[in-house]
C-alpha cells in the first residue's frame, strides 16, 4: 500500500473518530428519554363500565406504543373516569397530584377541570368544540400556553346533520335540537340554523342541562307532527344516550346523532369524527411533547376524519324508507 493511500485512511479513521461521539450520543440520549419512566394522566367525560370508553383508550396506548413508549417501562398512563361533573375537579386533582408529564382531556367535560388545575402542565385534548370560542386557545395555528389538541367539529357540521335527516325523514318540518345552554357551540347552532331555513325545516332548542330539562322539553315538543331530533355534542347527552334514544323512539322521532356509538346503541343515525382515530392522534401530541414540544407550538386540528353510520332496524321501526343517496354514503350499516 503506497503511502499516499495510508494517509488517507489514517484521515479518514481520525475524522470519524471525531464525528463518532456526535453520531453516538444523539440516539443514546433518545434512548434514555424513552427509558425514563414518565407519567400521562387522562381524564375521561365518561363512566369505567360505558362500552365506548376501553376503544378510545385502547386506541391511545397503541399509539403511543407506536412511537416507542411502552406502559410499564417508559411510561404510566393513570386514568380518571368522570361521568358526573361535580366530582371531575376532585380527579384533576388526584391526576395533578401524580406529577404527570403530560395530561389527556376528553371532551370539554374532561379539558374544565384540568385547566382550572394547572397552567404549567401540558394538556392535549380531544373532541372539545371550538376550543377558540370557549378561550381554551388563542388560535387553532398558535394554541399559547399549555393547551392543544383536536377539536370535535367543523362548525359546517350542522348543515350536514339537517341534509341528512332531511333525507331519511323528508316529512319532518320541525326540529328539537339538543344542546348546551351555555355559549358553546354557538356557531354550531347558527350553522344549524341557516341549513334548516334552507330546507323549510323550524328548529326548536332543548336545554341539555340535566335530564329531566331534555324529558319535558322533547315531550312538549313531539306533541305536534313532523317533528325530529338532533343531538348535538354534549358529555351529558353522551353519557344519558340510552335514555334519549328510547325517548325518541318512545315519540317516534327521526333522529340524528354526533358519534357513532348513537347509532350503534339504537340510534337512528349518526355522522361525527371517528373518535377512535381522534384518540390515536392524541397519542402523537404526546408524544411529541414528552419529547420535548411544546403545546403552544402544536396547532389545534380538525377532525380528519368523519363517518355516517346509520341503524337499519330502527328506521324500519319508525317505518322509514331509507333513500339510496343515505345508504351511498354510509360507513356502516347496522342491521
Avoid at 397530584?97 to 371532551?107: C, N, Q, Y
Avoid at 321501526?317 to 331509507?322: D, E, N, S
Amino acid at each position: 500500500m503506497s503511502n499516499c493511500m495510508r494517509r488517507r485512511q489514517f484521515i479518514a479513521l481520525l475524522a470519524g473518530a471525531a464525528g463518532a461521539p456526535l453520531v453516538v450520543r444523539s440516539p443514546s440520549a433518545r434512548a434514555q428519554q424513552l427509558a425514563r419512566m414518565r407519567r400521562v394522566g387522562v381524564l375521561m367525560n365518561l363512566a369505567a363500565d360505558d362500552p365506548d370508553g376501553p376503544p378510545r383508550i385502547t386506541a391511545f396506548a397503541q399509539g403511543l406504543q407506536e412511537a416507542g413508549w411502552a406502559v410499564g417501562r417508559n411510561v404510566r398512563i393513570d386514568y380518571r373516569w368522570g361521568p358526573v361533573a361535580a366530582e371531575r375537579p376532585r380527579l384533576a386533582a388526584e391526576l395533578l397530584k401524580l406529577a404527570p408529564d403530560v395530561l389527556l382531556a376528553s371532551g370539554g367535560a374532561g379539558l374544565f377541570p384540568l385547566q382550572q388545575t394547572t397552567r404549567s402542565v401540558p394538556i392535549v385534548f380531544v373532541a372539545v368544540l371550538d376550543p377558540v370560542g370557549i378561550g381554551i386557545v388563542e388560535s387553532l395555528a398558535r394554541p399559547g400556553g399549555n393547551i392543544t389538541g383536536f377539536s370535535a367539529f367543523e362548525v359546517s357540521i350542522g348543515g350536514k346533520w339537517i341534509e341528512l335527516l332531511k333525507q331519511i325523514a323528508p316529512q319532518m318540518t320541525r326540529a328539537a335540537v339538543l344542546r348546551s345552554p351555555t355559549t358553546t357551540g354557538m356557531g354550531q347552532f347558527g350553522a344549524l340554523q341557516a341549513a334548516a331555513a334552507s330546507v323549510g325545516v323550524e328548529l326548536s332548542p332543548v336545554s341539555l342541562n340535566s335530564m329531566s330539562d331534555v324529558e319535558r322539553g322533547v315531550t312538549a315538543f313531539a306533541r305536534s307532527a313532523g317533528g325530529g331530533l338532533i343531538v348535538t355534542v354534549n358529555a351529558l347527552a353522551q353519557i344519558n344516550r340510552a335514555r334519549i334514544i328510547e325517548l325518541a323512539m318512545r315519540h317516534r322521532l327521526p333522529s340524528i346523532y354526533p358519534y357513532r356509538v348513537f347509532a350503534a346503541d339504537g340510534g337512528l343515525i349518526s355522522f361525527g369524527p371517528d373518535m377512535i382515530n381522534q384518540f390515536r392522534q392524541a397519542a402523537g401530541y404526546v408524544d411529541r411533547i414528552l419529547r420535548g414540544e411544546k403545546p403552544a407550538d402544536l396547532p389545534v386540528q380538525a377532525p380528519t376524519k368523519y363517518e355516517t353510520v346509520l341503524n337499519l332496524k330502527t328506521a324500519k321501526a319508525l317505518g322509514l324508507q331509507v333513500p339510496a343517496s343515505v345508504f351511498a354514503r354510509a360507513d356502516e350499516v347496522i342491521e
